[in-house]
């Protein structure tokens, strides 16, 4: 595992794109996308580069239950706006939140992540260690699954509602047996509300209670921190 800190996230944010560009350079055409907060800058400096995903597959980690792609608050919505629109790529898929069956919707994800092996994979982390919608508990060798939102994972998402009341209760997300399937993991993480689980994540226990800590088990991880999430790390 390799920790990178820099002193904010706009030096991250390019770094990312530095990764990006070596992992296409080296063949990578299948990118694994996370949506939230942490990513959005890193999607502002790709749409501005020169990489070129018209020959890329994007696959992203989750989609709430229940929002269609024209929601504001759906993550399709959220990688239209912030990267597809501007960057196209061949193909992109996330889970659809709307399949009137989820266990197949789950099945057919776990097929599409299958067939097109993921090169490089973007993570961010939550507060309680969880990587996409995998939160304490959920066994390593998970697949895509529905998954009943924690409540802190409800209000941390609530900056981008109305109200608490309007975020969606459940989500479809790849497992982490998914997540560690991908050939290459980024992990991004910015400010101090990160630095507990960074810390954890990094040098606790590899155990199912912080789905994060999985990632010290994989052999090639990249982790890219800004000082204050990095703050906690001996
Ligand atoms: C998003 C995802 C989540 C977020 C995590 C951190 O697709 O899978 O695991 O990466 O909740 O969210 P932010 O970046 O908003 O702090």
Redesign the pocket.
């Known amino acids: 595992m390799k920790v990178l800190v820099v002193k904010n996230q706009k030096d991250a944010d390019r770094q990312g794109v530095k990764i990006f560009r070596q992992a296409y350079k080296h063949g990578a055409r299948t990118f694994g996308l996370?949506?939230?907060?942490?990513p959005e800058g890193l999607y502002r400096e790709l749409c501005q580069s020169d990489l070129d995903f018209r020959d890329c597959i994007a696959i992203?980690?989750?989609e709430y239950v229940g929002l269609d792609g024209n929601h504001p608050q759906s993550?399709r919505y959220y990688m239209q706006s912030n990267l597809f629109n501007q960057k196209p790529f061949a193909e992109t898929y996330l889970p659809d939140g709307m399949a009137p069956s989820a266990k197949v919707e789950c099945t057919h994800y776990n097929w599409i992540i299958a067939t097109n092996p993921i090169d490089l994979q973007i993570?961010?982390?939550?507060q309680n260690g969880?990587?996409?919608?995998n939160e304490p508990g959920t066994p390593f060798t998970s697949t895509t699954h529905v998954v009943n939102l924690t409540p802190s994972t409800i209000k941390?998402n609530s900056r981008y509602f109305k109200d608490e009341s309007q975020v969606p209760t459940q989500a479809l997300t790849q497992g982490i047996g998914n997540i560690l399937q991908a050939k290459q993991i980024l992990l991004m993480a910015f400010g101090p509300e990160k630095a507990q689980a960074v810390k954890e994540a990094l040098t606790g226990k590899v155990t199912e209670d912080l789905p994060a800590s999985v990632l010290q088990k994989h052999p090639h991880v990249t982790v890219l921190l800004d000082e204050a999430a990095a703050a906690l790390l001996p």
């Open positions: 996370a949506t939230g907060g942490t992203n980690l989750d993550y993570l961010g982390i939550g969880h990587i996409g919608f941390a």
